[in-house]
């Protein structure tokens, strides 16, 4: 079956500008999470939608939003983009609403702000 | 509040040593405990999982994890390292939150 699949793979964009992520998630999953990765800091959660719902949020700005669609697609948005925001988004679905299965990541997108 | 620390930001090893990544949780409620493995320009891929069944977890590519609840403890090991296995490695902890992970730990394989 089709894995996790983000889009675009790569995104240069320029300060201030906005940004929309897409994540599909694999068929039948109905929970996606964003995470973002930085050398520095890691992987840090973004947010999490299950059933078109935000469940949990992160500890980022408003800026970083997201929403998901009745099919389970997701997309996450960056506004007033900076220099900080260049890392790679990753997207991962899970199955059900429980947190003790497996979280499938998708390649994710690296985004470069300049 | 779940947190997870990876002792050791690069791990080296020779070919056919054994490999022994170290990972520490922290959680307010009965955890849930991953290993995952990113190569360089791809997503994560699951290792292992351990959810509360058996304390020894086997996972793919010959690695393996035990759970020790009195030293909050879920380190991962492979007895013999490949070259195939030079990636990062990632230890994550859930309960009732999304996936928190550790910073990583990057493994070398010596030839």
């Known amino acids: 079956k089709a894995g996790v699949t983000q889009t675009p793979r790569y995104l240069i964009k320029t300060r201030g500008q906005q940004v929309t992520l897409s994540c599909s998630p694999i068929s039948g999953h109905r929970s996606v999470s964003w995470y973002q990765q930085t050398p520095g800091q890691g992987l840090q959660f973004l947010f999490e939608y299950f059933s078109e719902t935000q469940r949990n949020k992160g500890n980022f700005p408003g800026r970083f939003s997201g929403r998901q669609f009745s099919n389970s697609r997701s997309e996450m948005n960056v506004s007033t983009l900076e220099l900080g925001d260049s890392a790679l988004y990753l997207c991962?679905?899970?199955?059900?609403?429980?947190?003790?299965?497996?979280?499938?990541f998708g390649q994710g997108t690296r985004l470069t702000v300049v | 509040a779940q947190s997870v620390t990876q002792l050791g930001s690069h791990v080296s090893v020779s070919e056919g040593a054994l490999v022994l990544l170290r990972c520490n949780y922290s959680s307010s409620v009965p955890p849930y405990l991953f290993w995952y493995v990113q190569y360089p320009n791809q997503g994560l891929q699951l290792l292992l999982k351990?959810?509360?069944?058996?304390?020894l977890v086997k996972g793919i590519n010959g690695f393996e994890a035990e759970f020790k609840k009195s030293e909050t403890s879920f380190h991962l090991t492979k007895p013999s390292a490949h070259m195939s296995d030079a990636a990062e490695y990632f230890c994550a902890v859930s309960g009732n939150t999304p996936l928190v992970f550790g910073k990583g730990t990057r493994l070398s394989v010596i030839a």
């Open positions: 351990y959810t509360s069944a058996a304390t």
């Open positions: 991962a679905s899970n199955l059900g609403s429980q947190y003790n299965t497996e979280a499938f």
